[in-house]
């Protein structure tokens, strides 16, 4: 171990949110004790106390890591987001700081899918409401309103990891299924990609919601859209909350004929911050509709994965600096650095800087036995290898380098 850098045991991470004790799991496996484990997300003072001490920080959907409390983060090197969203961290801020984001973009997309389609099954059956009239003791058999998704069309906005995975489960049930993404898209199976949103909406008998949460999402589904819809189609959201207006989606949905058949949706604009909230929404109470409190990802396989794979990520890049798979951040997939000492260096993309570093470690008689580099428009990215003797110069060269965002030199 170097002298210049932390040791493992010194290394804290705060992992937030109740992150599967996989995730606690692989960073022991790896080495790293020094970790806080808490159940819950926290608020943004609390957040900004706990997280200036924690070199990493890994959360889930409900932590907000804005650039405020980034900034006082003044040790954090690496965030693990442990679920596929992203926007709750201020991924330029994290980049402008230079700390890579990882997250996990597949490990519950299997799960979010297969809750979608039973979904689609029970509200087309009306189940929704029938269960909840058995629950008050009402016996109403009736098939009224009630149809097979056999030969019904899916219509999925945003057709990516989950899009895909649950266009081809619905066509093993038979659905027709079309999408609509911003982007030309492969289609699999039988699907069919539709060039203008209202015009799918016009055709689906149910439609499903799988886009991020961008400026280009945000209340991207209105009474504008729910007028688009067939009468009495089905409405599902599991992406994110601020994607629909969620008030559009309770008139569409009460009236005396409502535009729209039933919903599922398990997320919200607003969303408690832990199970001791209640949960407040202008859907309550409405028949037909299925509840849920953000669990399309929340299953046992799935959070385990997750932990293993995000945690996994953290590891690798507090040992050899690896990139892979970041969120924000230049990709640099790095072998092993046996016998040699790795410094990362991260800075403002403008020309010059890989000159000037080579010629500082020139004029210091450093040899740079191996160097990679990767940029994004506005940050650079440059791994150096030097002999172990050389790792402080080599640092002290670095820190002093124009448009240094961040050095620090690995074990
Ligand atoms: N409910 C849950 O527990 C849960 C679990 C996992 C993911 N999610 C949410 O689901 C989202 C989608 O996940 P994914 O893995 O499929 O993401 P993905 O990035 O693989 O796919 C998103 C798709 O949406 C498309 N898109 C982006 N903006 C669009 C727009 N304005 N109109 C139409 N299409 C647009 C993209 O081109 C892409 O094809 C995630 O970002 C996350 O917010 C929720
Ligand atoms: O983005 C995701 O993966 C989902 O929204 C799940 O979020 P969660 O980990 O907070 O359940």
């Given at each position: 171990?170097?002298?210049?850098?932390?040791?493992?045991?010194?290394?804290?991470?705060?992992?937030?949110?109740?992150?599967?004790?996989?995730?606690?799991?692989?960073?022991?496996?790896?080495?790293?004790?020094?970790?806080?484990?808490?159940?819950?997300?926290?608020?943004?003072?609390?957040?900004?106390?706990?997280i200036?001490?924690?070199?990493?920080?890994?959360?889930?959907?409900?932590t907000?890591?804005?650039?405020?409390?980034?900034?006082?983060?003044?040790?954090?090197?690496?965030?693990?987001?442990?679920?596929?969203?992203?926007?709750?961290?201020?991924?330029?801020?994290?980049?402008?700081?230079?700390?890579?984001?990882?997250?996990?973009?597949?490990?519950?997309?299997?799960?979010?899918?297969?809750?979608?389609?039973?979904?689609?099954?029970?509200?087309?059956?009306?189940?929704?409401?029938?269960?909840?009239?058995?629950?008050?003791?009402?016996?109403n058999?009736?098939?009224?309103?009630?149809?097979?998704?056999?030969?019904?069309?899916?219509?999925?906005?945003?057709?990516?990891?989950?899009?895909?995975?649950?266009?081809?489960?619905?066509?093993?049930?038979?659905?027709?299924?079309?999408?609509?993404?911003?982007?030309?898209?492969?289609?699999?199976?039988?699907?069919?990609?539709?060039?203008?949103?209202?015009?799918?909406?016009?055709?689906?008998?149910?439609?499903?919601?799988?886009?991020?949460?961008?400026?280009?999402?945000?209340?991207?589904?209105?009474?504008?859209?729910?007028?688009?819809?067939?009468?009495?189609a089905?409405?599902?959201?599991?992406?994110?909350?601020?994607?629909?207006?969620?008030?559009?989606?309770?008139?569409?949905?009460?009236?005396?004929?409502?535009?729209?058949?039933?919903?599922?949706?398990?997320v919200?604009?607003?969303?408690?911050?832990?199970?001791?909230?209640?949960?407040?929404?202008?859907?309550?109470?409405?028949?037909?509709?299925?509840?849920?409190?953000?669990?399309?990802?929340?299953?046992?396989?799935?959070?385990?994965?997750?932990?293993?794979?995000v945690?996994?990520?953290?590891?690798?890049?507090?040992?050899?600096?690896?990139?892979?798979?970041?969120?924000?951040?230049?990709?640099?997939?790095?072998?092993?650095?046996?016998?040699?000492?790795?410094?990362?260096?991260?800075?403002?993309?403008?020309?010059?800087?890989?000159?000037?570093?080579?010629?500082?470690?020139?004029?210091?008689?450093?040899?740079?036995?191996?160097?990679?580099?990767?940029?994004?428009?506005?940050i650079?990215?440059?791994?150096?290898?030097?002999d172990?003797?050389?790792?402080?110069?080599?640092?002290?060269?670095?820190?002093?380098?124009?448009?240094?965002?961040?050095?620090?030199?690995?074990?």
């Amino acid at each position: 171990m170097s002298k210049f850098s932390l040791a493992k045991d010194k290394i804290k991470i705060l992992l937030l949110e109740g992150v599967h004790q996989s995730a606690v799991q692989t960073l022991n496996n790896a080495g790293y004790t020094n970790i806080e484990y808490l159940k819950t997300s926290l608020a943004e003072e609390e957040l900004i106390e706990k997280i200036k001490d924690a070199h990493f920080v890994g959360l889930r959907s409900r932590t907000f890591l804005t650039r405020k409390v980034l900034q006082s983060a003044e040790k954090l090197i690496g965030i693990g987001c442990f679920c596929i969203g992203t926007n709750q961290v201020d991924l330029q801020a994290a980049k402008e700081l230079g700390i890579p984001v990882f997250n996990a973009p597949f490990s519950n997309t299997r799960s979010v899918a297969e809750l979608v389609i039973g979904e689609i099954l029970l509200l087309l059956r009306r189940i929704p409401e029938k269960s909840a009239q058995a629950h008050q003791g009402v016996w109403n058999k009736s098939a009224n309103g009630s149809v097979e998704a056999r030969g019904k069309t899916l219509g999925i906005i945003g057709y990516g990891h989950i899009g895909t995975q649950l266009g081809i489960l619905a066509e093993t049930i038979g659905m027709n299924v079309i999408f609509y993404d911003i982007e030309d898209k492969l289609p699999l199976g039988n699907a069919k990609q539709v060039a203008d949103l209202n015009e799918m909406l016009a055709q689906a008998d149910a439609v499903s919601l799988h886009v991020p949460e961008t400026k280009s999402t945000q209340d991207m589904f209105g009474a504008e859209q729910f007028a688009a819809m067939k009468k009495g189609a089905m409405f599902i959201n599991a992406s994110r909350g601020t994607v629909v207006d969620i008030e559009a989606l309770a008139q569409a949905l009460t009236g005396e004929s409502p535009q729209v058949g039933g919903a599922a949706i398990d997320v919200f604009p607003v969303e408690p911050k832990s199970n001791a909230e209640e949960f407040v929404s202008p859907l309550r109470g409405i028949g037909n509709v299925i509840l849920s409190p953000h669990i399309g990802g929340s299953t046992l396989e799935a959070q385990a994965n997750i932990g293993i794979e995000v945690a996994g990520k953290l590891a690798k890049y507090s040992d050899n600096g690896s990139t892979l798979s970041a969120v924000n951040f230049p990709e640099v997939s790095l072998p092993s650095h046996e016998g040699r000492s790795r410094l990362l260096h991260v800075h403002q993309n403008k020309p010059g800087i890989l000159t000037s570093i080579n010629q500082a470690f020139a004029d210091k008689g450093i040899n740079i036995s191996a160097q990679y580099l990767q940029t994004t428009a506005d940050i650079g990215y440059v791994v150096l290898e030097v002999d172990s003797d050389d790792s402080q110069a080599a640092l002290d060269q670095l820190k002093q380098i124009d448009g240094t965002i961040r050095a620090r030199v690995l074990l």
